[in-house]
């Protein structure tokens, strides 16, 4: 099978796939978690079969004509299939997790449907070549998400999944216009037409606006601390894999790869996320809902992988690249160990837990081996990242803002170790057991894919350093 057979099967197959699993759940119950279980498993391998080509330096554009400059493009290089990967393997791992998480629940179908839609429309951005139909698929992933956080239909979730799905979409509909206006200087929506083109500053700011809104960056935030409403294993989705990565792809992609930030950005922009970064942190160390917790400090990290990429230097932008499948693991195994907890003592304070470490002793191990990574100490695969990225930016000539960084990564410190003291240390509270298998070997995997990321660091490196060489043309 060809490259571009592979990337064409790796879109359309998740997103075909969703609309059978209502006909697979008119079969039985059975038949429809097997469908959404091959389905998600397909995707995963697809992209990994690529990895040979991007590791290669391989880079394929797909062209199909079409009217009125809507052409339909893929670009196929190492960037956009390490993206692939990542995302649609962790999907792969939260669809099997979910086998034993919403068991029980009502609306199962529509459940796999829309998050199997969720990772098709992810392929489909990821490898997008059009602004138009990157726009596309950016909606349907807004569309999932909105049901998704709503999935349990009470009438405070709904209005949750409300605001999310408005600010996202607002923010998307802003960018588009950033998006109109390019096609009014270059006369196309082709991205591998305008590299090297210089776009106007109102530009810039539209698209930033819709970047910074889907990844949830300080004051366009306040929507996902509020998604916790929807199932752990949405929630896990939105921050790990999918939603909040889509923002900074979209950087990767348009301001690295396409065109380059004006001057003033440059500037600005670091100053800009790692601000968000750190009163992120800090609002994570003062809650007591698990979840928000782990969504303020999903909002700190993605500021991490911001600041690489606005350092414009080959360890930066390698760096981030890096962080994006650090935290897509941690993080997910975080909010999986999270969703395992919260199923047994159905509550999300963490001051009326303690003592889980007893009868969860995989889950409580899961849970330190991911905040490791996150946190950033060696061996784990968080540290290399968050250390490139901090190296890059002092050779960018940000010593200040590095120190906040740093400082940014006390916090994480501080946070993380307290929500492991109180859920899984003291006095026993709640005798929990650890009851469903398909939930413990899943984050059991992603911890010890936090451990093994960071042991075998220099084989994703190889990858990223390639896509940070083929990519960023002006540092040629």
């Not at 064409?8 to 978690?33: D, E, M, N, Y």
């Not at 409300?162 to 216009?177: E, I, N, Q, Y």
């Not at 960071?454 to 190889?462: E, I, M, S, W």
């Amino acid at each position: 099978m060809n490259v571009e057979t592979t990337v064409l099967l790796t879109i359309l197959i998740p997103i075909l796939g969703s609309f059978a699993v209502p006909l697979a759940g008119l079969a039985s119950g059975k038949a429809r978690s097997v469908w959404a279980v091959a389905v998600s498993a397909v995707t995963a391998v697809l992209p990994l079969t690529l990895l040979s080509f991007a590791l290669e330096g391989g880079e394929l554009v797909v062209r199909k004509n079409l009217a009125l400059g809507l052409d339909f493009v893929l670009i196929i290089d190492p960037l956009s299939i390490f993206m692939a990967s990542v995302s649609s393997f962790v999907g792969f791992l939260i669809v099997v997790y979910s086998l034993g998480y919403i068991r029980h629940e009502e609306n199962q179908s529509e459940y796999y449907l829309m998050v199997l839609l969720f990772i098709g429309a992810m392929m489909g951005l990821v490898f997008s070549g059009n602004l138009i139909f990157l726009y596309l698929f950016w909606e349907i992933i807004a569309i999932s998400c909105w049901r998704l956080i709503g999935f349990y239909r009470q009438p405070d979730h709904v209005r949750k999944a409300d605001k999310a799905f408005l600010v996202t979409f607002f923010g998307a509909v802003v960018m588009l216009l950033g998006f109109v206006q390019i096609y009014g200087v270059t006369n196309t929506f082709d991205i591998t037409a305008m590299r090297g083109t210089l776009v106007p500053g109102t530009a810039v700011l539209l698209i930033l606006f819709g970047i910074f809104s889907k990844s949830a960056t300080i004051p366009l935030h306040t929507w996902l601390p509020d998604a916790g409403v929807a199932p752990t294993t949405v929630t896990a989705l939105l921050h790990a894999a999918v939603l909040v990565k889509i923002g900074v792809y979209a950087f990767a992609r348009l301001f690295l790869y396409t065109f380059r930030l004006p001057d003033g950005w440059q500037e600005a922009l670091p100053i800009i996320v790692m601000v968000s970064s750190l009163v992120a942190a800090g609002a994570a160390a003062v809650e007591n809902d698990i979840k928000r917790i782990l969504a303020y400090s999903t909002i700190s990290q993605i500021g991490y992988i911001f600041l690489g990429f606005t350092a414009m230097n080959a360890a930066g932008i390698s760096g981030s690249l890096l962080f994006i499948l650090m935290h897509g693991l941690a993080k997910a195994g975080l909010f999986l160990c999270a969703g395992i907890v919260i199923h047994a003592v159905h509550t999300k304070d963490i001051r009326e837990m303690g003592g889980l470490i007893k009868t969860m002793p995989v889950t409580a191990v899961a849970f330190l081996a991911c905040a490791f990574s996150v946190i950033g100490i060696p061996p784990f695969g968080g540290f290399f990242s968050k250390f490139l990225v901090i190296l890059g930016t002092v050779q960018a000539g940000r010593p200040w803002v590095a120190a906040m960084a740093l400082f940014t990564a006390v916090l994480t410190m501080y946070y993380l170790f307290k929500v492991f003291s109180l859920v899984f240390l003291g006095e026993a509270k709640h005798p929990a057991p650890e009851r469903t298998k398909s939930m413990v070997y899943v984050v059991a995997v992603l911890a010890v894919l936090s451990l093994a990321a960071g042991l075998f660091v220099a084989y994703p490196t190889k990858l990223t350093n390639i896509a940070t060489t083929q990519m960023s043309w002006w540092l040629r």
